[in-house]
T-cell receptor, first 118, second 113 residues
Framework: DTEVTQTPKHLVMGMTNKKSLKCEQH?????MYWYKQKAKKPPELMFV???????INESVPSRFSPECPNSSLLNLHLHALQPEDSALYLC?????????????????FGNGTRLTVT | AQSVTQLGSHVSVSEGALVLLRCNYS??????LFWYVQYPNQGLQLLLK??????LVKGINGFEAEFKKSETSFHLTKPSAHMSDAAEYFC???????????FGQGTRLTINP
């Protein structure tokens, strides 16, 4: 079982819909991430939150809107998506350490939400 | 810029045979390297990480990796493949100065009975 929980597991939405992906962790991690993974490709970083503040946005289109309401929750709000946005969306978290531990703290991933945009 | 390159997008071995998945890194400073595994329809699971405390790193499920600075490599091995090892394997580097884990292209491991 994964310690990072993502809901829903599957989502089908039309291009005019508004939906949200949710991610939850209770490991006390203060860094949380959204990755996008297309079929047969590696995950690509979208957003990073550190201490509930957005620290990295990898030039993601504004139709994707992240939100971190508290230290355990991470949301990804979706609006007016395109069919090419269909992918597996992965949430991850890790410890924000200091010194060496800030670089080798492994990410813990959820099982993802499989999104299909029709 | 730091990055990792995985040699071979697909590796096929027989059950019981040695597994060798290749990863080379490019970095002018000590890299922070990881191997992750992804089973079908699941997220990524950490296999092992390089911490600079030892060049030979043991991970879960019988996997290990050896850090070789002279070859800029961090290859993943397992002495005897099991059917349950069939999955996608990703080498990754955590970029120093930024909270970014960057993945290689992945290697799909197939196990033949």
């Amino acid at each position: 079982d994964t310690e990072v929980t993502q809901t829903p597991k599957h989502l089908v939405m039309g291009m005019t819909n508004k939906k949200s992906l949710k991610c939850e962790q209770h490991m006390g991690h203060r860094a949380m991430y959204w990755y996008k993974q297309k079929a047969k490709k590696p995950p690509e970083l979208m957003f990073v939150y550190s201490y509930e503040k957005l620290s990295i946005n990898e030039s993601v289109p504004s139709r994707f809107s992240p939100e971190c309401p508290n230290s355990s929750l991470l949301n990804l709000h979706l609006h007016a998506l395109q069919p090419e946005d269909s992918a597996l969306y992965l949430c991850a978290s890790n410890i924000i350490g200091t010194g060496l531990s800030s670089y080798n703290s492994p990410l813990h991933f959820g099982n993802g939400t499989r999104l299909t945009v029709t | 810029a730091q990055s990792v390159t995985q040699l071979g997008s697909h590796v096929s071995v027989s059950e019981g045979a040695l597994v060798l998945l290749r990863c080379n890194y490019s970095s002018s400073v000590p890299p922070y390297l990881f191997w992750y595994v992804q089973y079908p329809n699941q997220g990524l699971q950490l296999l092992l990480k390089y911490t600079s405390a030892a060049t030979l790193v043991k991970g879960i499920n019988g996997f290990e990796a050896e850090f070789k600075k002279s070859e800029t490599s961090f290859h993943l091995t397992k002495p005897s493949a099991h059917m349950s090892d069939a999955a996608e394997y990703f080498c990754a580097v955590f970029l120093s100065g930024a909270q970014k884990l960057v993945f290689g292209q992945g290697t799909r491991l197939t196990i033949n009975p």
